[in-house]
């Protein structure tokens, strides 16, 4: 019965819908004479005297729904328009109830036509709402039809659902949003529900398939979303924009299903990194950088590992505050503490104050300035900050006797090109120099690519440009990267930080890194676009070469040194790398600390490179540094006396 309702052909359907169009006119008629009427004597008196109106009405009400194109009007596509023009049929149809009434001798009077008509009106509207609901209760028996549920009530929500109405094996049941204002309100005539109820959307209209509608929300949020809404066995895809209605374009074409596996041409490892929360269950946990992309991920995992306590050391007020809202929503079903601190890394007695009154067992340190043409171009900042922040960190942190430290670094900092590789480079440094001196720590640094979806990185860069037509830019053709999901990259980080032994610097087996071109062009497929280049004119977006960026490299490593070794887990590698003495570091440090308060960037970039000797800078300031920096190594190289 079900297969054969949903069958239906468009014909058929318009010519059921026609004759409960024309059936409804004998219900309305007897249903207004019972209202002029006592009794039912005078409503069979009345309808044998006025039965000859019916035939002519039938036929009548039958033209003008065809006329007005009302049959044509599919059940859910009922509303706004469509009932405005089932009030001019009952307005009509009572016009030719009091025109007929006119010629006949039994005349009735003129309340009789108006009360026909509204009753009609009444009728017609109701019916549409039964067969509606009929029909929504159909689908939901349904393996043929996909129920969808749409998160996000906004403009592109809106449009999409309206889209949807086209599509007969799709049905819209809801829209899903975090906005409290739209909770329990109706939009375009679907409920809106908030987002964690997601679940009991599901059950109830027993959803198949979420799209997420949300182009103003950060990529690494909406992968969170669609993470949950995956474990929970629904199919996800997403909208990439808005600004992909201009021209015309249907946003059915432009879904996409979510998930790093199309872009990093590879299968992602979520599943073979699914251990390692021994050491954070039951711990009390620091993330410095919580509020950051990569923090803000680690947050979400080790909460799902049941620590006893989170805190979020954060700098930013809003980052930390957005942090602290997710993570109390999180750390409901598993009971955990989530404790916000405002404050940097670089202030050792506030850094020691937390660590003490928390009795922290693990940190995760992932807070850094990680942009590289700003921290190219704010050396002494950003050195401050990745560096000596983590120095601070680290000495803190050991002298509280924190069980475990994880630095999290990049594969920048390998024969770093740039100030920023360099820092990471120098924090690693520091971390294995304390290692090295540490009975009660156990130290450790996790090294990886750039992470798909993380803030400035290039992922949302290109869908941005996407979204505004193009064109996507690209600093060189050739450019290659290693790439990880934000889900990837937190899992390392805790795995490794799980089995480290003191001093370990692990790196992803990633597989082969991608070049940016490519990226670029399978977002763009991805989008449901083409690109335009000399090969194809006519194509939607164009891809522009700007030239390399100050400090940027064509191709970034894993590591400096050959010889990786094999760990308790297959997909993670422990690299060796030199470190420097003991008395190395210290000079490296107080020298540093130095030039950061004379103020001069060429003294700090001097003390970078006799720290970090194999930092090659792709661009510098002034070609007086590059002088500085060759008098500093030539001095390096000169035997003792």
């Given at each position: ?6 069958s239906?052909?468009r014909s058929?359907?318009t010519?059921?819908l026609?004759?409960?169009d024309i059936?409804l ?6 249903s207004?004479i019972l209202l ?5 004597e005078?409503?069979v ?10 035939p ?10 065809v ?6 009007v ?9 009932i405005?023009?089932t009030?001019g049929?009952?307005?009509l149809?009572g ?12 005349g009735m ?9 509204l009753?009609?009106f009444?009728?017609?509207f109701l ?5 509606y609901?009929?029909?929504?209760e ?11 549920a749409?998160?996000g009530a ?21 829209f899903l949003d975090?906005?409290a204002?739209?909770?329990g309100?109706t939009?375009?005539?679907?409920p809106?529900?908030?987002?964690v109820h997601v679940q009991?959307?599901m ?5 198949n398939?979420?799209i ?7 990529f690494d949020?909406?992968s ?6 995956e474990?929970?066995g629904?199919e996800?895809q997403?909208?990439?924009?808005f ?5 015309g374009?249907e ?10 596996a199309?872009?990093?041409a590879?299968?992602?490892?979520d599943?073979?990194l699914?251990?390692g929360?021994?050491?954070?269950r ?8 919580g509020g950051g992309?990569i923090?803000l ?5 080790v909460?799902?590992?049941r ?12 980052a930390l505050?957005?942090a602290?809202?997710?993570?109390r929503l ?8 989530i404790v916000?601190?405002?404050g940097?890394?670089?202030d ?11 009795r ?6 992932a807070?850094?300035?990680?942009h ?5 171009m ?11 922040g983590?120095?601070?960190l680290?000495r803190e942190a050991?002298?509280?006797g ?9 594969d920048?900092?390998?024969?770093p090109?740039n100030?920023m590789g360099a820092s990471k ?9 304390l ?5 009660r720590?156990?130290?450790s640094?996790?090294r990886f ?20 037509g193009?064109?996507i830019?690209?600093?060189?053709e ?5 790439f990880m ?16 032994e003191?001093?370990e ?13 490519d ?6 497929k ?8 000399a090969?194809?004119?006519n ?9 390399m960026?100050p400090?940027?490299k064509?191709h ?5 040194r050959k010889?990786?070794?094999t760990t308790?887990h ?9 470190s420097l003495?003991?008395?190395?570091m210290a ?12 103020g001069?960037?060429?003294?700090v ?9 194999e930092?090659?800078?792709q661009s ?18 000169k035997?003792?006396?």
């Amino acid at each position: 019965m079900i297969r054969k309702v949903i069958s239906l052909t468009r014909s058929q359907k318009t010519r059921l819908l026609l004759a409960s169009d024309i059936l409804l006119v004998p219900v309305a008629f007897a249903s207004a004479i019972l209202l002029q009427h006592d009794g039912g004597e005078g409503l069979v008196r009345a309808l044998a005297e006025h039965w000859g109106f019916l035939p002519i009405l039938m036929f009548a009400a039958g033209a003008l729904s065809v006329m007005l194109g009302l049959s044509r009007v599919r059940l859910k596509d009922y509303a706004g328009g469509a009932i405005g023009r089932t009030a001019g049929l009952s307005a009509l149809l009572g016009l030719f109830s009091f025109l007929l009434s006119g010629i006949s001798e039994n005349g009735m009077a003129l309340g009789f036509h108006v009360v026909f008509a509204l009753v009609y009106f009444v009728g017609y509207f109701l019916a549409r709402h039964a067969m509606y609901w009929v029909l929504t209760e159909i689908y939901l028996r349904s393996h043929v039809v996909t129920r969808v549920a749409i998160y996000g009530a906004g403009r592109t929500g809106l449009t999409l659902a309206t889209e949807l109405r086209q599509h007969p094996q799709i049905m819209a049941y809801a829209f899903l949003d975090d906005n409290a204002t739209l909770h329990g309100m109706t939009v375009n005539g679907l409920p809106v529900y908030p987002g964690v109820h997601v679940q009991k959307v599901m059950e109830t209209y027993k959803i198949n398939r979420v799209i997420l509608a949300m182009p103003s929300v950060s990529f690494d949020k909406q992968s969170f979303i669609s993470k949950r809404l995956e474990k929970l066995g629904v199919e996800v895809q997403t909208l990439p924009s808005f600004a992909q209605l201009l021209g015309g374009e249907e946003l059915m074409g432009k879904l996409m299903p979510t998930g790093p596996a199309a872009l990093l041409a590879r299968d992602p490892l979520d599943e073979a990194l699914s251990s390692g929360c021994a050491a954070y269950r039951g711990a009390n946990v620091l993330i410095s950088g919580g509020g950051g992309s990569i923090g803000l991920e680690l947050c979400r995992q080790v909460l799902a590992c049941r620590p006893a306590k989170l805190v979020l050391f954060e700098l930013s007020e809003l980052a930390l505050y957005t942090a602290e809202a997710e993570m109390r929503l999180l750390a409901e079903t598993v009971g955990c503490e989530i404790v916000p601190v405002l404050g940097t890394i670089a202030d050792g007695v506030q850094v020691a104050q937390v660590l003490a009154a928390h009795r922290i067992d693990v940190v995760l340190h992932a807070a850094a300035y990680k942009h590289v043409p700003l921290v190219e171009m704010n050396a002494r900042a950003g050195l401050a900050n990745n560096v000596l922040g983590t120095a601070v960190l680290a000495r803190e942190a050991r002298e509280a006797g924190v069980k475990r430290f994880v630095l999290v670094s990049s594969d920048k900092a390998v024969r770093p090109g740039n100030l920023m590789g360099a820092s990471k480079r120098m924090a690693e440094l520091i971390v294995q120099d304390l290692s090295a001196r540490s009975n009660r720590t156990i130290f450790s640094i996790v090294r990886f690519g750039n992470v798909l979806g993380s803030s400035g990185s290039v992922l949302p860069l290109f869908q941005g440009q996407i979204a505004r037509g193009g064109p996507i830019t690209l600093t060189d053709e050739r450019v290659t990267r290693y790439f990880m999901t934000m889900q990837e990259a937190a899992r390392l980080v805790l795995l490794a930080g799980s089995f480290a032994e003191g001093g370990e610097v692990f790196v992803l087996d990633m597989g082969k890194p991608i070049r940016i071109g490519d990226l670029a062009r399978r977002l763009i497929k991805a989008a449901g676009y083409t690109v335009r280049d000399a090969e194809n004119p006519n194509g939607d977006i164009e891809i522009v070469t700007t030239g390399m960026r100050p400090g940027e490299k064509l191709h970034e490593e894993l590591m400096v040194r050959k010889g990786a070794q094999t760990t308790a887990h297959p997909k993670i590698i422990r690299v060796r790398e030199d470190s420097l003495s003991e008395i190395e570091m210290a000079a490296a440090l107080r020298d540093l600390r130095e030039a950061l308060e004379q103020g001069g960037e060429a003294a700090v970039i001097e003390v970078v490179a006799r720290a970090v000797r194999e930092y090659n800078p792709q661009s510098l300031p002034a070609e007086a540094v590059q002088m500085q920096i060759a008098k500093a190594r030539k001095a390096l190289e000169k035997p003792a006396e």
